[in-house]
C-alpha cells in the first residue's frame, strides 16, 4: 500500500502575518487612540500635573513619530516583518513604563487616601492645618520621577508605532496578490478605525474600578473628585498584547515564498515595484536623490498652501484628542469613566461617518484635483458654522472661598475649627447650593454613616458628599454639535489626501505625502495638545496646592472659560485653514492645465506612490488605507 507523502504546513504564511499584523494595529490604536486620551485627566490627578505638564505625553509620541517614521521605512525594508516585531517590543515597553509609573509613584499616597478622616470641625485641640507650615518634604507636591518615566514610555511608544503603518503595510502589499490586496487593507483598516472606539469603551471601564483594583476607601465613588480609576490597566493590556505579537513576528522571514508570485503579477499588470538597487541605497545617494525632489514640492504653492491648511486641521483634533474628555467631565460634572463612554460614542462615529461620506464623494463623483480643492474649501466654511455651536457650556460652580465670597456664617464657625485641612486637600461638600473644600470648611460637626451626609454644617444645616449639582441640561445638545464638529473635519480626510497627490508630478507623491505627514504631526499634533492645555490651566479656579505653594492637579475649573478657549483655538485654526485652502484652490485654478493623468498607486516605502495603469479600484483603497493610518 502506497502512502502519498504527507505536505509540510509551513507556520508562517501571508494569512498568520496578516493576523498579527491587525493584532499590531489595534494595540497601536487602542493605547494611542483610545487608552492615552481618556486617562489623561486621571493621570493629572495622581501625579498632580498641570494640564500643560501632561500634555506633553501625546505631544511626544507624535514628535517621535514624525521624527523616525522615514528613517523607519527606508532602513527598515530590507527585513520588514523583524522590522515590525521590533517596533511592537519597543511600543510594549512605553505601554509598560506607564503601568510601571503607577506601581513606582502613584501608590505612595495611598496610606494618606485611605485613612478615615472625614475632615469634620473640631473645636478643640492642637491645630493641624496644613497650611501653617511648609515643611522639607512639602517643597514638591508633584513627583519627577513618575514625569520623567512617563516621558520615556510616550517617547518609546511613537518609536515602536512608526513601523506598523510603514513596514507592515508594504509587508502585506508584497504577500497578497494585487487583485485581492484591497480585501486585506480595507479589513486590517477598518479594524483599526474601530479600535480607538475599543479604547474609548474599555479605558471607561477601567476607571470605574478603584486604582488598587480593591475598595475604595471611606465609600469613595467614582463621582467623587478624589477618586483615581485603575487607568494603569489599559496600558498593562497593550503590553503584553505588543510583547507577544513583537516576539512571534521577530521570527518570521524576511521573505516568503509569495513574494515572487506576486511581483510576477504585478509586472503583467505593469505596477510599479521596487528593484533591489533601488532598496540598497546608501544614506547619501538617497539624499542627492531627495534634495530636487524637496525643492520643486516645496516652491509648488498649491501643495504648500494644502498643507498649512490641513496642518490647522491637525492642531484641532490632537488637542480635543487630548483634552476633550476632560472638557466634558468639567462641564457636566460627570464622573471620568462617564465622560470617557460619552466623548468615544460621540468622536469616533462622527469621524468614521466623515471618512467613509468623504471617500465616497471622492468615488462616486469622480472628482478633479481641483474639484477636491473645491470641496475641501467650502467643506472648512461648514465646519466653521458647526464649531459656533461649542458655546454652548454650563454654569460654574460656586466655591466658596475661591470663585465665591465667603459665607459669613459660616466662615465664623470654620474660623473656629481646629484642624481644616488646607487647599492639598479637596473633600467636597455641598451646602445651600454652594460648594465647600472640605466638611470642615463648611463648619460640619457629624457625619451620619446611614445617609452620607453631614449634619450640623454652619450652625444646624445638612450638607452632601460631593460638589453641588449645576443642573445643567444641556449635555445632549452639546452632544449632538460635538458630532457634527467630528464629521466635518474628518469629511476633508480623504478630500485633502487626494489634493495632495494630485497637485504635485508623478514622481513627487511620494515625498509629498511623506512631508504632509512629519508636517501634520511637527507643525499641528505636536503643539495643540500643549496649548490648550496651557489654556485649561488657565481656567484653573482652585489648586491642590501644598503648603509650600507648589501647585498640582487643578481641582475645579471655570466653564466659560474652558469654552472660551476650546472656541477659540478651534475657531482661530478652522478659519485659518479654510482660506488657506480657499487660496490652494483658486492658485490652482489659474495654473496652466495639467494632462489628464489615470492614476494607480503602489506601496512604497510605507507611503501611497502613483504611476500611469490600469485598477483604479486599487488606488482608492490605498488611499483611504493611508487616512486611516494618518488618524
Not at 482652585?542 to 477659540?568: P, R
Request: hydrophobic share 45%; charged share 15%; proline share 4%.
Amino acid at each position: 500500500m502506497k502512502f502519498q507523502k504527507r505536505k509540510k504546513r509551513r507556520i508562517f504564511t501571508p494569512h498568520f502575518y496578516f493576523v498579527l499584523w491587525c493584532g499590531c494595529i489595534v494595540s497601536q490604536s487602542l493605547l494611542v487612540s483610545g487608552f492615552l486620551n481618556v486617562v489623561l485627566s486621571t493621570i493629572q490627578v495622581e501625579f498632580q500635573m498641570t494640564s500643560a505638564k501632561a500634555a506633553m505625553f501625546p505631544s511626544n509620541y507624535d514628535i517621535a513619530v514624525a521624527t523616525t517614521v522615514l528613517i523607519v521605512a527606508h532602513f527598515g525594508s530590507t527585513h520588514k516583518p523583524r522590522t515590525l516585531g521590533a517596533g511592537m517590543v519597543v511600543l510594549a515597553t512605553g505601554s509598560f513604563l506607564f503601568a510601571l509609573a503607577h506601581f513606582l509613584y502613584g501608590t505612595a499616597e495611598l496610606e494618606a487616601d485611605d485613612s478615615d478622616d472625614l475632615y469634620l470641625c473640631e473645636t478643640s485641640g492642637n491645630s493641624s492645618n496644613s497650611d501653617s507650615e511648609c515643611s522639607k518634604d512639602d517643597v514638591t507636591l508633584s513627583n519627577p520621577g513618575a514625569y520623567y518615566l512617563l516621558t520615556i514610555g510616550s517617547i518609546m511608544i511613537g518609536l515602536g508605532a512608526s513601523p506598523v503603518y510603514t513596514a507592515g503595510t508594504t509587508f502585506c502589499d508584497e504577500i497578497f496578490p494585487p487583485d485581492k490586496v484591497s480585501l486585506y487593507f480595507g479589513i486590517s483598516y477598518g479594524i483599526g478605525a474601530l479600535a480607538p472606539a475599543m479604547g474609548y469603551v474599555l479605558g471607561g471601564v477601567f476607571l470605574s474600578y478603584y486604582k488598587t483594583l480593591g475598595e475604595a476607601p471611606n465609600g469613595l465613588t467614582p463621582d467623587d473628585a478624589n477618586w483615581v480609576g485603575a487607568w494603569w490597566l489599559g496600558f498593562l493590556v497593550t503590553a503584553v498584547l505588543g510583547y507577544i505579537f513583537g516576539f512571534i513576528l521577530l521570527l518570521f522571514p524576511a521573505q516568503l515564498p509569495e513574494c515572487e508570485e506576486v511581483k510576477k503579477k504585478k509586472l503583467e499588470l505593469n505596477i510599479q515595484t521596487c528593484g533591489d538597487d533601488e532598496m540598497n541605497q546608501t544614506f547619501v545617494e538617497l539624499v542627492k536623490d531627495i534634495l530636487p525632489l524637496l525643492k520643486s514640492i516645496l516652491t509648488n504653492p498649491v501643495f504648500v498652501l494644502v498643507v498649512l491648511g490641513s496642518i490647522t486641521d491637525s492642531m484641532i483634533v490632537s488637542a480635543f484628542a487630548a483634552w476633550l474628555p476632560l472638557m466634558v467631565e468639567s462641564q457636566f460634572g460627570l464622573s471620568s469613566s462617564t465622560a470617557a463612554f460619552i466623548t468615544g460614542g460621540v468622536v469616533v462615529p462622527g469621524a468614521a461617518g466623515g471618512i467613509i461620506i468623504s471617500g465616497l464623494i471622492v468615488k462616486t463623483r469622480k472628482l478633479t484635483g481641483i474639484q477636491c480643492a473645491k470641496y475641501q474649501a467650502w467643506i472648512g466654511f461648514v465646519c466653521i458654522i458647526a464649531q459656533l455651536g461649542l458655546i454652548i457650556h454650563c454654569p460654574t460652580l460656586q466655591i466658596d472661598g475661591a470663585n465665591a465670597v465667603k459665607n459669613a456664617t459660616c466662615l465664623e464657625v470654620s474660623n473656629t475649627c481646629t484642624n481644616c485641612p488646607g487647599s492639598d486637600v479637596y473633600e467636597p461638600v455641598c451646602l445651600d447650593g454652594r460648594t465647600y473644600t472640605s466638611p470642615c470648611n463648611a463648619g460640619c460637626l457629624d457625619y451620619n454613616n446611614t445617609t452620607t451626609e453631614y449634619s450640623n454644617c454652619c450652625g444646624d444645616m445638612t450638607a452632601t458628599a460631593g460638589s453641588c449639582d449645576s443642573g445643567c441640561s444641556m449635555l445632549i445638545p452639546y452632544i449632538f454639535v460635538l458630532f457634527l464638529v467630528m464629521f466635518f473635519t474628518f469629511l476633508n480626510n480623504v478630500i485633502f489626501l487626494t489634493v495632495n497627490l494630485r497637485c504635485v508630478k508623478d514622481n513627487e507623491r511620494v515625498m509629498a505625502i511623506s512631508l504632509q505627514s512629519v508636517a501634520f504631526r511637527v507643525f499641528g499634533s505636536f503643539p495643540g495638545p500643549i496649548i490648550l492645555g496651557s489654556f485649561i490651566d488657565k481656567a484653573c479656579i482652585l489648586w491642590n496646592e501644598n503648603a509650600c505653594g507648589d501647585e498640582g492637579a487643578c481641582q475645579e475649573y471655570n466653564n466659560s472659560q474652558i469654552m472660551a478657549a476650546a472656541v477659540i483655538l478651534a475657531a482661530v485654526c478652522k478659519i485659518l485653514g479654510t482660506v488657506l485652502y480657499f487660496i490652494g484652490w483658486r492658485v490652482w485654478v489659474h495654473r496652466e492645465p495639467s494632462p489628464p493623468v489615470v492614476y494607480h498607486n503602489d506601496l512604497k516605502h510605507g507611503v501611497v506612490t502613483n504611476v500611469a495603469s490600469e485598477g483604479q479600484e486599487y488606488e482608492e483603497i490605498a488611499l483611504t488605507a493611508n487616512v486611516l493610518s494618518a488618524i
